[in-house]
């Protein structure tokens, strides 16, 4: 099978029958053989009945799975991927923004110009400002704890994968806004980008409204970042920190200590090591050098224990 279409959805029961036709129009044009994955991550209107109703009609093109109740983006995304069978993965959205029309290119783009995973770019956006003003900063960040420089728009849900990538990357939390990020620590570095077309929503609003999206979407980012470079040696971050801080506490033990016997010795007039603010220094520095340590040792104990620290990604075996 050449492509399957994975589309998470949530509520979106108007958009179903006109994308499904759209992409059909596509795929038969182009010739392609080609699965649509719908995931029906727990909605509360029709979309099951309407993803039922196409799998009637079209039993060998369509599937449908469906959440007990609403999970979120990443674990639909996480769901279809699993089930995927076509050599190369497309995502989109179900709220007819992103057009099947990309589809062609980007396939050709996985398949003969070898990259691994193809984001879209939208370009030019058809969002309120309040959603593309704060999406500039956040992907300015993630471009740079990343480290995947030539990518404009991280987050745009039209993305095309080569196979491999999506069966050996875990997408969960609210993981999909990094998936560069996760094929990159998966060991896919070929990443590229294509400008899309980008519409505004027809039906429905969008689930993702509200300022609290960047707060946790920067805090996953800062999870990915420490679990990619410190996930499986820990110490080398916590054991780091815990020993600058001892550092800074030892010497302030010195200097306290060697002032008051100078003092002592030459007949000057001396404090209590307690009035001298270097003994706050050191005893606070030394007390979170040592918690540091034990974060530390906590860490590599878990990260032994863990199911993932031998996974590691093996491209061949002859
Ligand atoms: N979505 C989902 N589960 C959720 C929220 C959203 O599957 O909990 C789907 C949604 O139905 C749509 C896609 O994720 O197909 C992108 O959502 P939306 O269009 O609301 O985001 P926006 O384009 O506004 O960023
Ligand atoms: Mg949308």
Not at 233 to 258: E, N, Q
Request: aromatic fraction near 14%; include cysteine.
């Amino acid at each position: 099978m050449d492509i399957s279409i994975v589309i998470p959805l949530y509520n979106e029961e108007e958009s179903l029958p006109e994308l499904f036709a759209w992409i059909k129009r596509v795929m038969e044009a182009g010739g392609f053989t080609y699965e649509v994955i719908f995931v029906n991550d727990g909605s509360t209107d029709n979309s099951w009945k309407v993803i039922e109703a196409l799998k009637a009609e079209h039993r060998e093109t369509v599937r449908g799975i469906k959440f007990r109740r609403n999970y979120g983006k990443s674990p639909a995304l996480f769901c279809g991927f699993q089930e995927a069978q076509g050599d190369v993965v497309i995502t989109m959205d179900a709220d007819l923004q992103d057009s099947p029309d990309e589809i062609p290119e980007l396939y050709r783009m996985i398949t003969e110009e070898g990259y691994d995973l193809v984001s879209g770019w939208k370009k030019k956006r058809y969002d309120p400002l309040s959603k593309t003003i704060p999406t500039k900063l956040f992907n300015a960040t993630a471009r740079r704890v990343s480290g995947i420089n030539n990518l404009h728009d991280f987050n745009c849900g039209l993305k095309a994968y080569r196979k491999e990538v999506i069966k050996n990357i875990e997408v969960y939390g609210e993981m999909h806004r990094y998936i560069p990020y996760l094929a990159k620590n998966a060991g896919f570095t070929k990443i590229g980008e294509k400008v899309v077309h980008h519409q505004a929503r027809k039906f429905g609003k969008t689930k993702f409204g509200g300022l609290n999206r960047f707060f946790n979407g920067y805090l996953d980012l800062i999870s990915l970042w420490f679990l990619s470079t410190f996930g499986v040696k820990p110490m080398h971050f916590f054991g780091f920190l815990g020993s600058l801080m001892f550092i800074i506490g030892a010497i302030a033990v010195i200097i306290v200590g060697i002032s008051k016997l100078y003092a002592m010795n030459h007949g000057m007039p001396y404090r209590l090591v307690t009035d001298s603010p270097y003994f706050y220094l050191a005893l606070t520095s030394m007390i979170i050098g040592t918690q540091l340590f034990v974060a530390g040792f906590l860490g590599e104990l878990i990260s032994r224990n863990s199911t993932e620290r031998n996974k590691y990604q093996i491209e061949k075996t002859i």
